[in-house]
């Protein structure tokens, strides 16, 4: 069905029609339009109880882990809704105990980084991996974070928001013995891990104290966000430990990030380009990867020529990779992403010299539109 563009009028079955915007009055009108974008987040957000925007009281407790360097008021909480000012103190998820589940996963796995990473390739070996080719045998330790820095209108994993209130938590040592003689990686991911930063870093220290002399990777897929002063952290431990960054860079236009995300891009860019020097001191395997999701009617292409610009002018040899869009939350009624459009970003990330563009989730390519 075609969604008619509030602004403009214009009619289309690539408008959202819960955003109600076209990519275009997004881009190009975005003052005009920025108040219906912010009513759509405020909507989405009230719905499970969480800010609106992420808060800056005076006289509040500041919380420094993710871009949006919340001041928690007393009584509020976070933008991320997991730690909440009460009585002049920040409780909730902390160093110590974790807002999280986890699994194990069979490698190898359906990760953004599968095709270059020791898991799925021949990646590192032998310093890095067990095997010469992908870890058949061998598993991944998934830790998925509830709570997320950013509020995506397409979010495919938005029930995180019905888990941020628990009654038990996981303590750092109990996620650290999960990792047994068959676990080849952790995977921090969610949500996202910036909230619960602290809590990574250290349950990440015990398990590899207790995995001296083997191969453990400590990897992250992350919407990039973290607050600069802990990325050196996070870089230094997937670093040592053969595991890679994932990074998913959802826009390049600051006005089409804050639409589809609810906030700025600007830490984004600027972390992923900080890592990327990083990443020129380990080649094999990858240190940094991109990702893309290709949002029907959104992120188009010229989005992707510039981001693809952006990650060669840092290096052509980054990999880049591009996903499949699935409908999920206030973007549900979307179609698919189509094979034509995936195949032409690819394409022009490669004219712009990327040396590793890859189409992830082509099952859910469709040749509509």
């Not at 995180?160 to 995977?187: F, G, H, N, Q």
């Not at 188009?300 to 610009?309: K, L, N, Q, R």
Request: glycine share 8%; proline share 5%.
């Amino acid at each position: 069905m075609k969604i008619e563009c509030i602004h403009c009028g214009r009619k289309s079955i690539l408008i959202a029609e819960n955003l109600g915007l076209c990519l275009d009055c997004i881009r190009e009108e975005f003052d005009k339009v920025r108040p219906y974008i912010e009513e759509v987040h405020y909507r989405s957000r009230k719905e499970f109880d969480l800010p609106v925007r992420p808060p800056h009281h005076p006289g509040g407790i500041a919380c420094a882990l993710c871009a949006n360097e919340c001041v928690i008021p007393a009584e509020g909480k976070g933008y991320c809704g997991l730690r909440k000012n009460e009585e002049g103190r920040l409780v909730g998820v902390s160093e110590d105990k974790g807002n999280l589940d986890w699994y194990y996963d069979n490698l190898p796995t359906n990760c953004v980084a599968d095709w270059v990473c020791p898991g799925g390739s021949s990646a590192g070996y032998p310093r890095y991996s067990y095997s010469s080719g992908p870890e058949y045998g061998y598993k991944n330790l998934a830790v998925f974070f509830h709570g997320c820095s950013f509020n995506c209108l397409f979010c495919q994993n938005w029930h995180w928001r019905d888990k941020l209130i628990r009654r038990s938590y996981t303590t750092p040592l109990e996620l650290a013995k999960a990792v047994d003689s068959r676990t080849a990686c952790i995977c921090f991911f969610g949500g996202d891990p910036a909230p619960q930063l602290l809590y990574a870093l250290k349950a990440s220290r015990l398990a590899l104290e207790k995995n001296k002399d083997r191969v453990l990777r400590i990897c992250w897929e992350t919407n990039g966000a973290m607050s600069s002063s802990y990325l050196k952290r996070v870089a230094e431990l997937s670093l040592i430990s053969g595991g890679c960054i994932k990074f998913d860079l959802k826009a390049w236009s600051e006005s089409l990030h804050f639409a589809l995300s609810g906030v700025s891009n600007r830490r984004v860019l600027e972390n992923f380009a900080t890592l990327a020097e990083w990443a020129k001191g380990r080649s094999d395997p990858s240190f940094l990867i991109a990702s893309t999701l290709l949002v029907p009617g959104y992120v188009d292409e010229g989005e992707v020529s510039s981001i693809a610009h952006f990650v060669a002018s840092l290096s052509p040899n980054i990999p880049y990779s591009l996903l499949a869009f699935h409908p999920h939350f206030y973007m549900h009624d979307l179609p698919t992403t189509s094979r034509s459009h995936a195949e032409k970003c690819k394409e022009l990330a490669e004219k712009e010299g990327l040396k590793r563009v890859r189409i992830g989730n082509l099952n859910l390519l469709s040749n509509a539109y």
